[in-house]
């Protein structure tokens, strides 16, 4: 699977971005999908992840409530709707998937995914 991130650019605080992650290669009906981002001199966080079907999802703590993640199986891509953003949301954002047989299965961790994209930067000024 190849996996190719836009949408990132410069917003001003309390703007909106939309995130893409185009699929190529494979199918994503069968793929468990994330989004995880990267702040310079940070660690690899956790943003949000959704279940094969769609149906499942989760955040994490520092998005809940502004972010909404989304995929259209037939379009192969997944979406990551960002809203009232906030300086410390800039970062490199990847995106990520991983084969699961599970249809409502969510993993949170980076760790249990196989492929990644190459990322895009959001940068968000005050």
């Known amino acids: 699977v190849q996996l190719q991130a836009s949408g990132g650019g410069l917003v001003q605080a309390a703007g909106s971005l939309r995130l893409s992650c185009a699929a190529s290669?494979?199918?994503?009906?069968?793929?468990?999908m994330g989004w995880f981002r990267q702040a310079p001199g940070k660690e690899r966080e956790f943003v949000a992840a959704i279940s094969r079907s769609g149906v499942s999802t989760s955040y994490g703590d520092s998005v809940k409530g502004r972010f909404t993640i989304s995929r259209d199986n037939v379009k192969n891509a997944m979406y990551l709707q960002m809203s009232d953003l906030k300086p410390e949301d800039t970062a490199v954002y990847y995106c990520a998937a991983t084969f699961t047989t599970q249809p409502m299965g969510i993993k949170n961790n980076e760790y249990e995914y196989t492929y990644w994209g190459q990322g895009t930067q959001v940068t968000v000024s005050s």
């Open positions: 290669g494979r199918t994503l009906s069968f793929y468990g």
